[in-house]
């Protein structure tokens, strides 16, 4: 009997659904690290951090799309679920690179470190880390990425 070697794998902002159908693999920045989901995965449930997302997607829906090979999104804050070989990430926002402000980014970014040098309690700091943190993902994935 074949294994199967796709599962289903919603990935959600607040605001849009990134992607809903088929996939061979995921993986993304959690809170114990870079995570990597494929077909048959324990069940789990983890905190998301910001960073890049990346998924491998497969079948119809991808093909609907205009999808194929290695996608990335910058995700921000939100959750990972992996129950009975369904993979659902739920988070803040998600972008993908090509739709990202390199200078808006970089003007975030700015602010956030500015803020940070004003942070008064351990819970504004922590937001502040989160917004540069965030900042610094989207300038991150925003740049070129050069093949060898």
Same mark, same amino acid.
């Given at each position: 009997?074949?294994?199967?070697?796709?599962?289903?794998?919603?990935?959600?902002?607040?605001?849009?659904?990134?992607?809903?159908?088929?996939?061979?693999?995921?993986?993304?920045?959690?809170?114990?690290?870079?995570?990597?989901?494929?077909?048959?995965? =324990?069940?789990?449930?983890?905190? #998301? /951090?910001?960073?890049? %997302?990346?998924? $491998?997607?497969? +079948? @119809?829906?991808?093909?609907?799309?205009?999808? =194929?090979?290695?996608?990335?999104? #910058? /995700?921000?804050?939100? %959750?990972?679920? $992996?129950?009975? +070989? @369904?993979?659902?990430?739920?988070?803040?926002t998600?972008?993908?690179?090509?739709d990202?402000?390199?200078?808006?980014?970089?003007?975030?970014?700015?602010?956030?470190?500015?803020?940070?040098?004003?942070?008064?309690s351990?819970?504004?700091?922590?937001?502040?880390?989160?917004?540069?943190?965030?900042?610094?993902?989207?300038?991150?994935?925003?740049?070129?990425?050069?093949?060898?």
């Open positions: 009997m074949a294994e199967n070697t796709t599962f289903k794998l919603q990935i959600m902002a607040s605001d849009h659904t990134v992607y809903d159908g088929e996939a061979v693999s995921v993986s993304l920045p959690t809170t114990e690290g870079s995570v990597g989901i494929l077909a048959n995965h =324990s069940n789990i449930i983890m905190a #998301v /951090v910001p960073g890049t %997302l990346e998924y $491998v997607p497969a +079948g @119809e829906a991808a093909a609907d799309m205009g999808l =194929s090979g290695r996608q990335s999104v #910058v /995700v921000s804050d939100g %959750l990972l679920k $992996v129950e009975n +070989g @369904e993979t659902m990430i739920l988070v803040d998600a972008e993908r690179p090509e990202i402000d390199e200078a808006r980014a970089k003007r975030a970014e700015e602010k956030a470190r500015e803020e940070l040098k004003r942070a008064n351990n819970r504004d700091h922590a937001m502040v880390e989160a917004e540069l943190s965030r900042a610094l993902s989207r300038i991150k994935a925003s740049k070129p990425r050069h093949k060898l």
